[in-house]
């Protein structure tokens, strides 16, 4: 693996808090003798599957790393959502079963037609429905029970396909069990799903072709794995140009102190293993991917004291993000976009992401990189797009780009989430809507 390039500002929260700020960490240096490196927060299990860095001695990192991540990995994760955890209710922190904002009305009807089994064994941390899904292929990563896959599979229709995969075998056979329920529910006349025992770091293994899905999801799932950028590379391999990664994980305000990325129950929680979230733009760009589109992001509260104490300072939200896959291509103007209201379910208006909405018929002025994912992807035959000053032929409104109020990072975006949900009546204010499970 190269270098990750120039070292990142150090993260501090507020006047007081301090990356290394939980409690037993004292004040940490980035690097080998203190927290770990982003190279190696990020590479995880490759390094020690390979025995460490080629034909260097393991150092006290790599000893470390394996400590994390021999449990972590396989058994531990397995196990904790294959024997530890019978249910949603059974998690300690709402990390797993959080909604953002209220789901709509034709997803809140899929997810009513999942088995009450499936659901109930359902520890997402997000809603990871996308739009405009008609036919698509979508592959999801850690498919946990199946619950997303069931309702995505209603969504693509006969003609689209979803694949889940997930390596704790429990959970692949509660999905499994179920596909007849789902298909005869549905009218279809052959199945639309495969669930597939395996690793999301390894989709090769698992059989899975270069470009072959229009969209992955995942949901809560990366946070369990400690090579994320191996996750990240797979997808952008089994991609489709213009495809997108629509996925919900956990992030973390801070870089982790050692002994809450090493805590079994708080990486099973999903937290212990959360990115810290300006990682991500980090590594989507090493990829290749545009950078990341922030959707939602709401707080995770934890119900526990103990796994309070060790948070410490640490903050986590769930967020949604949408990371593209678009051909190269020269630089993209500004640009001038028009929605007509085509998409499914989304006949009104098109909430893209938490900076861009996009109402029938009315102009929206966006920047390049929103133009070039509009032009490059599935949303493409929905939009209307013109160089920025041309005149367009329509009557609705018109708003203009402000580059200045773009939001990326989710921990603000969750604030505003937050005040307004403190300025709303309480009913409004809750974040359980329609079956989404919440806490
Ligand atoms: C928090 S649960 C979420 C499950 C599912 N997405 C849902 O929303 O119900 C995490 C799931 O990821 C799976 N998982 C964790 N690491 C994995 C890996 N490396 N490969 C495949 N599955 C993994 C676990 O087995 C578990 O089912």
Redesign the pocket.
Known sequence: MGTLGPEREVRTRGPTAQVGSCPGAGPRERGPSGALGLESRLLGTQVLESGGRGDMAPTRDDEIRKDVQVPA?GPM??NY??QVLKKSADLQTNA?VTAARPVPKHIREALQNVNEEVSL?????GL?IPECLENCWIL??????G??CYALSQLVGEKGHVTG????EG?VEVANKYIEYHMEKYGFQSPNVTFIH????KLGEAGIKNESYDIVI????IN??PDKQQ?LQEVYRVLKHGGELYFSDVYASLELPEEVRTHKVLRGE?LGGALYWKDLAILAQKIGFCPPRLVTANFITVQNKELENMIGDCRFVSATFRLFKLPKAGPTKRCQVIYNGGITGHEKELIFDANFTFKKDETVEVDEETAAILKNSRFAQDFLIRPNGEKLPTCGGYTAFEAKDIITDPFKLAEGSDNAKSRSPPEAASSCRGTEKCC
């Not at 995969?165 to 704790?168: A, E, L, N, Q, R």
């Not at 395996?198 to 770091?201: A, C, S, V």
């Open positions: 990995v994760a397995a959502y294959g797993c064994r359902y520890y997402g941390c990871v999801d990563l850690g498919s946990g029970s619950r997303d995969i997930d390596m704790t959970q395996g690793y999301i770091e995942s949901n809560c799932v369990l794995v996750v999903c």
